[in-house]
């Protein structure tokens, strides 16, 4: 029971604390740096890619199970989160017409992955209360996409290395945090752009990242019924967080910043990757 309190309470600071603080800055300037942002997730992919690659997956497979249920678990993660975001994105997208040929046909920023500007844009037209709350239901599933699949990558290692101060399970919550700072940013610029209060803004986007203690507690349960529990809930988790890195955060940072550094700070993560988990 003490091991499940401290996992929730570093996957809420990981996920409230890192999306809160966030909220904090962007509420605190209004702005954000585009090119430091691009960067900052491209680091952070590139970390994610090492941990999910050589340490989950590996370890996934060293339960024993087949590398074919490993393999399976790791495509219905990737289906899982990609059905779940292109749903909400073909259900929600025509409310703010934002795609055009000056536009590229995917989000191209923060704000759009996870549906922030739509809340805003209803809060400028001064909509029904209905189209608000709707519009922030949306809003926050799209979040909770992201923050699912990362708790669970923070659940399942704490199953695996049986403690949150071992194995790879405290790196990843450090790194989701650190990845969140900047989707808080995202989430409080467009509020408070839109009219919503300071506070009530910040509140809002702490209160988005707790999908993330939900996500570690199912990784968690999963991972801990048996070696094939584990096996799945790892891949799974892993699956969910590839098509997160590569389907959504490398092309949007590199969309958000064009050049050839975003790249470049993938690889350099992807070596810190490496020397966190073989050092």
Known sequence: MEQ???LIKVTALAGMGGTGLGGIIGALFKRDSVKTVSLLLSFAAGVMISIV???LIVSSINTGTSVFIVSLGICLGVVMV?????FIDRATNPEVKHIGKNHPSTADNLDEIIHSNHLSVHLKKKDTKLSLFIAGLIMASAIALH????????????ANN???MEGSALILAILIGLHNIPEGMAISVPLING???RRK??????LSGTPTIIGALLGYFIGDI???GLAISLSFASGAMLYVTFGEIIPQSILMYRSKLPAFFVIIGMMLGLIIIYH
């Open 226 to 228: 048996g070696a094939l």
């Open 162 to 164: 049986k403690g949150i």
């Open 4 to 6: 499940l309190i401290t």
């Open 201 to 206: 803004a910040i509140l809002i986007t702490a």
């Open 53 to 55: 690659c050589f340490d």
């Open 82 to 86: 990609y059905l779940l975001n292109l």
């Open 147 to 158: 923050n699912l699949p990362e708790g669970m990558t923070i659940g399942a290692s704490f």
């Open 195 to 197: 009219g919503v209060q």
